[in-house]
């Protein structure tokens, strides 16, 4: 069976700020000792914040450290299909082979699964955790919703769950243009890598947009400005909020307008008093 790793996911190409760094660090103590300290793992957060990034990281860490083990990284519709192939031919026991032959389990985008599903993963899931074998799980979505969370926490027994905020624009820049350059070979002008950071545009969905503006570049010296870029990709610029900034503001209102606030809140207490 194959491990399905991309080689280019890896800890050294994953940018790391505050929206990630516990999910990063927990995920460097995997790699360290697989099967020992946290596990199982679920992360989660919305599309495009570097889970399945996180994934291959680990499992291509794991495979270099530990060449004896054996890594495979599962996207659950991968196991769900598997599931209904092996009912259709009634031969159930060829999906269930999977958990005999890895030792580190990484499984993907878990909100999409089905009920055979999960209760596949709930029923195997422990057992693995007990022998040692690792598993890490991520789920897509801004929360999990208190129901399935309540189901998958009790389900997967010291199951550790981490979530992932979205990137600052800064971050989601930084990841933009080093992609476009370590992958594609483009030099992203500043504009351009600009604009796509302040927009919500899925960052895992940059390999196609890559591919698709590649001709554009190659064909016009390797010029592109965001007017064109819109053009190509359809996309409407929409701001995404940067926390950072907000608080920049914040702490600027309060510097201009707090001792005025105190004044007329005191005004305020004596009227009532005196009411």
Known sequence: MASNLNPSYTFDSFVVDGSNRFACGVARCITEAPGERYNPVLIYGEEGTGKTHLLHAIGNEIAQNNPELKVGYIPIITLERGIWVSSQIRKIYEILKIFDYYDVFLIDDLHMMD???????????????????????????????????????????????????????????????????????????????DFLSRTDYPLNMLDGLFEKIRPTIEGTERFIDPETLKDLVDYRERKIIDRVEIDHLIEEFEKRYMDEFEILSYRIERIKKRG
């Open 115 to 193: 009920y055979e599903a999960l209760l596949l993963l709930l029923f195997y899931v422990p057992g693995l955790c007990h022998g040692k074998r690792q598993v890490v799980m991520a789920y897509d979505g801004e929360i999990i919703d208190e129901e399935r969370k309540d189901a998958l926490v009790n389900g997967f027994e010291g199951v550790l769950v981490v979530d992932i905020k979205p990137h600052e624009i800064a971050t989601r820049k930084e990841i933009i243009s080093r992609k476009a350059k370590v992958q594609y070979g483009i030099d992203l002008p500043e504009d351009v890598s």
